[in-house]
């Protein structure tokens, strides 16, 4: 039997991630993606040159930006261990804020690492900060023999010594197997990047001939045309037609007998016809993002309803980013500070508010069909609160509103069951008033909304009921008896 469950702990399997002898992930086909320096490479220049990608990292980024993080406890607020995470993200060297900016180039690169370094603040370890280790700073990924993440060695000028795991947080989107890279998003967009970037150079090119027009010179007779001599004159003549520019300099200074043209093209339309296709382009980058919906309408082009769809795709893929940054950090940051302390980290995460823009009427449509079916509580009004943008309250505050309001109406019905001679909640009973005492207050007391949710005794909610009728009832008589006599005397 104990050979059996040896066999079954043991570790078995590839996850098919190859692996040259220096740690590099080497299952990559494109030569342009092969190898750690090469991707990076080829990300950094798609983010910082393409509007279009830097307009996608910011649809992804700013809501994520805007969403509130929390830790929660399955034992409930009071929970030790919730007040020592929040304590540690208060230590930091920087703001939480500043690491989730670090964090959200994971969906680019494909991952985003992090040292921790840790800090003892009254007899408590703390966290003191999450490097950002750069992504051009990789030399090589190290693996355990069952094929996991053992740490990471960057390159020896920055840091020798090889990173432990246990001291890493790493972000990955999409992960592979156990590749510690991930899959980039620009990944799939890269052939539309390549041909959009070498189709706007010849449009560019296009445009400048056009505008300059084409050179052309024309040697005149017994010209040297020796290509290979330099100081030819077919040698001059061709350095100067690619020197040829339209510009405040422009200018040709021609040796007798040479003749210069400037050719145009007869073409129409074809500047339309790239401009059509590089936008093409620009839609299959952003679909690799589900963000296509930021194109809409740029060409007058595209339905309220198909943006509204498509954003709803996109903000689901953002709240999903939103995901992993929650569960990655709660297991391998949030859970490691919590032992390092002495504590168990079971039932602790981190948790996020929805990410993107909730349509109030969407949300009040929904609370109006499922409210009452609800037991609210502060945290859900806080939660509410965010959501329609409104002013931040703490739950503290909450309670306590909720506390006096309660007590407020409990009050009013201890004094209207004192003025109608009922037990208080003592099991006194009570002397009535006299009803011409203080007739007005008791309906006061009945136009209270508390003292009638009070009552939690069905018989008493009727008896309650059939008060405020009568009172409303003598209340709307005396005022038709009012109102007649005013009539009759001529006053109205």
């Known amino acids: 039997m104990g050979t059996r469950r040896g066999a079954l702990t043991k570790d078995v399997g590839a996850t098919g991630i ?3 002898g220096w740690g590099e992930v080497g299952s990559e086909f494109l030569n342009e993606w092969r190898g750690t320096q090469n991707k990076v490479k080829r990300v950094k220049e798609m983010l910082l040159n393409s509007p279009t990608v830097a307009a996608m990292r910011m649809a992804i980024e700013m809501p994520i930006r805007d969403i509130d993080w929390q830790f929660v406890s399955d034992e409930g607020e009071e929970d030790p261990r919730v007040q020592l995470l929040d304590d540690a993200l208060e230590n930091m060297s920087y703001s939480w804020n500043d690491h989730i900016i670090d964090a959200l180039l994971f969906p680019f690169y494909g991952w985003s690492l992090f040292s921790i370094t840790y800090e003892q603040v009254g007899g408590r370890m703390l966290w003191r900060k999450l490097k950002p280790l750069g992504h051009d700073t990789i030399q090589r990924w190290l693996f355990a023999e069952d094929g996991g993440l053992a740490g990471v060695q960057q390159y020896p000028t920055l840091w020798p010594e090889p990173i432990p795991v246990d001291r890493l947080l790493l972000y990955r989107f999409r992960k592979q197997g156990n590749n510690p890279e991930g899959e980039s998003i620009l990944r799939p967009a890269w052939p539309a990047w390549y041909y959009q970037k070498n189709i706007a150079q010849i449009e560019a090119i296009g445009i400048e001939r056009n505008l ?17 001599d330099t100081a030819s004159d077919w040698s001059r003549g061709a350095k100067l037609v690619r020197n040829a520019r339209n510009d405040e300099q422009a200018g040709f200074v021609l040796p007798f007998g040479w003749d210069l043209q400037l050719l145009s093209s ?33 060409d007058n082009v595209g339905a309220l309803a198909t943006s509204s769809s498509s954003m709803d795709f996109f903000t689901m893929s953002v709240n999903a980013v939103a ?12 859970a490691r500070l919590l032992e390092l302390n002495g504590y168990d980290a079971r039932g602790v995460r981190l948790t996020h508010s929805p990410a993107g823009e909730t349509a ?61 001679g009922q037990p208080s909640q003592d099991g006194e009973q009570q002397p009535a008033d006299s009803p011409a005492d203080g007739e007005d207050e008791l309906s006061a007391w009945f136009s209270q909304p508390e003292v ?20 409303m009832a ?10 007649i006599k005013e009539i009759r005397a001529g006053n109205i």
Not at 323 to 334: Q, S
Not at 452 to 470: P, T
């Open 452 to 471: 009638f949710a009070a009552v939690d005794n069905r018989a008493a909610r009727a008896k309650f009921e059939r008060q405020w009728q009568k009172v």
């Open 266 to 298: 007869s073409g129409s339309g074809k500047a339309a016809e790239v401009d059509a296709v590089i936008s093409r382009y620009e839609k299959r980058i952003l679909m690799t993002g589900l963000a296509q919906f930021l194109m809409l309408g740029m």
């Open 323 to 334: 995901d992993v940054i929650a569960d990655t950090f709660t297991k391998y940051a949030a």
């Open 360 to 420: 109030p009427e969407q949300l009040a449509a929904i609370l109006q069909q499922v409210g009452g079916m609800l037991t609210w509580t502060p945290q859900d009004e806080v939660w509410l609160r965010s959501l329609l943008r409104m002013p931040e309250v703490d739950e503290g505050e909450l309670e306590a509103a909720a506390a006096e309001k309660e007590a407020r109406a409990a009050a009013m019905v201890e004094a209207m069951k004192q003025r109608q």
């Open 212 to 228: 300059a027009g084409l050179p052309v010179i024309k040697l005149p007779e017994n010209a040297n045309v020796d290509e290979n």
């Open 474 to 483: 003598d209340y709307f008589k005396a005022q038709q008896k009012a109102l």
């Open 18 to 20: 190859n692996l040259d």
